[in-house]
């Protein structure tokens, strides 16, 4: 069996993290893989620092020329099955077919909430018949591109998975959240996420201004890197919190810089699951998010975390108080989320995912139980 993972990204974000957590999972299963990737990407530089076999492209050419490449990929290396991580990806795999002939399966992957747009490409991409399942990260996301695809029987949720060792083992920072200023003052409410649109970090920051009106102390972190920093950055200023709202950049080290939070504040009003709340769970740090997309699939309201409306701030100010001060909600809240989590590993992930491969690629394989 040998799968040709392709993804198109060019930075690091939780797709990303996801197809790694894949590709280990699938070498320990001894199955072979080839990753095909743009020049210069994050994924092209773990697969040079891991040893993994891939193909790199120029993402700057046009798609009937990477789309030719990939189908060159598949026949070097007889490729059983495609795995396509992103939608770029998906639209490849479909050329590849298209225009040069490739017969090799297709297994989509689905990660993102955003309602599938209904035009006749986007059809005839979704329904294509080389596609054998569309691997949706949420039962929302199912919904969502059930919509568009007419055999709904090629459909399945299959969860992101989190490495729960990574996250719930204590750890030593290798970089302290207190150095990155000298007036820093705990407690530390955090937020990981690419600085786009859908995670609407603007609501994060009223609700840090919002907190700072009654009286409390603290500092919030917004920990990642994207499009939107420049606007985030002037929004901090305007709001006179330069001192109190801290933009880390991208870090590597996620696992040490979530266990240094005493609250996740997850305000996104796009998501198709929401990879960082389950970091944020497996590191026993109490959260609070907002019900969109599939994020009530992990946040069960006073149960596994509190949720508010999408940019109701008011209320995330309320729910980051309530945690802070009630210790005893704030354990339950731990507890019950670090027992769901278990629900959502990388393990389970790839099990499932697996299984598609080889009824994709219709050879006779038992069953892989979890």
Same mark, same amino acid.
Not at 201 to 216: E, H, N, P, S, V
């Given at each position: 069996m040998r799968i040709l993972h392709v993804s198109t990204a060019l930075s690091w974000r939780g797709g990303e993290q996801q197809l790694t957590y894949l590709i280990e999972s699938l070498r320990s299963m001894d199955i072979e893989q080839v990753v095909f990737c743009p020049l210069g990407s994050a994924i092209e530089q773990y697969c040079k620092d891991h040893d993994i076999a891939h193909y790199s492209f120029y993402r700057s050419n046009l798609k009937i020329f990477i789309s030719y490449s990939l189908m060159s990929v598949c026949q070097t290396n007889k490729i059983n099955v495609i795995h396509t991580h992103d939608s770029h990806s998906h639209t490849l795999a479909v050329l590849a077919s298209v225009i040069y002939g490739n017969t090799v399966p297709v297994i989509v992957s689905k990660r993102t909430a955003f309602p599938v747009n209904n035009s006749f490409l986007s059809r005839y991409k979704y329904n294509y018949h080389l596609i054998t399942k569309i691997l949706c990260v949420s039962?929302?996301?199912? @919904?969502?591109?059930?919509?568009?695809?007419?055999?709904?029987?090629?459909?399945? $949720?299959?969860?992101?998975?989190?490495?729960?060792?990574?996250?719930?083992?204590?750890?030593?920072?290798?970089?302290?959240?207190?150095?990155?200023?000298?007036?820093?003052?705990?407690?530390?409410?955090?937020?990981?996420?690419?600085?786009?649109?859908?995670?609407?970090?603007?609501?994060?920051?009223?609700?840090?201004?919002?907190?700072?009106?009654?009286?409390?102390?603290?500092?919030?972190?917004?920990?990642?890197?994207?499009?939107?920093?420049?606007?985030?950055?002037?929004?901090?200023?305007?709001?006179?919190?330069?001192?109190?709202?801290?933009?880390?950049?991208?870090?590597?080290?996620?696992?040490?810089?979530?266990?240094?939070?005493?609250?996740?504040?997850?305000?996104?009003?796009?998501?198709?699951?929401?990879?960082?709340?389950?970091?944020?769970?497996?590191?026993?740090?109490?959260?609070?998010? $907002?019900?969109?997309?599939?994020?009530?699939?992990?946040?069960?309201?006073?149960? $596994?975390?509190?949720?508010?409306?999408?940019?109701?701030?008011?209320?995330?100010?309320?729910?980051?108080?309530?945690?802070?001060?009630?210790?005893?909600?704030?354990?339950?809240?731990? @507890?019950?989320?670090f027992k769901h989590v278990r629900k959502f590993t990388k393990e389970k992930m790839a099990v499932q995912t697996v299984n598609e491969y080889y009824q994709a690629a219709y050879v006779v394989q038992p069953v892989l139980v979890h």
């Open positions: 039962h929302k996301v199912k @919904d969502e591109v059930s919509k568009i695809v007419y055999n709904t029987q090629k459909l399945e $949720t299959v969860y992101s998975g989190v490495e729960i060792k990574r996250f719930s083992h204590k750890i030593e920072p290798l970089m302290s959240l207190e150095a990155l200023g000298t007036k820093l003052e705990r407690p530390f409410i955090g937020n990981v996420s690419a600085l786009s649109n859908e995670k609407d970090l603007f609501t994060f920051i009223d609700t840090a201004a919002t907190y700072y009106t009654k009286g409390r102390k603290g500092t919030f972190f917004i920990v990642g890197e994207g499009m939107n920093r420049t606007k985030i950055q002037k929004y901090i200023h305007q709001k006179n919190l330069t001192e109190k709202v801290i933009l880390t950049g991208f870090q590597k080290d996620i696992p040490s810089i979530m266990k240094q939070f005493d609250c996740f504040l997850f305000t996104s009003n796009a998501e198709g699951l929401g990879t960082s709340i389950l970091d944020a769970m497996a590191s026993k740090v109490p959260i609070i998010a $907002t019900p969109a997309g599939g994020i009530p699939e992990l946040i069960i309201d006073k149960q $596994t975390g509190l949720l508010a409306s999408v940019k109701d701030f008011e209320t995330m100010t309320i729910s980051i108080i309530r945690i802070l001060d009630d210790e005893k909600l704030r354990n339950h809240l731990i @507890d019950e989320a």
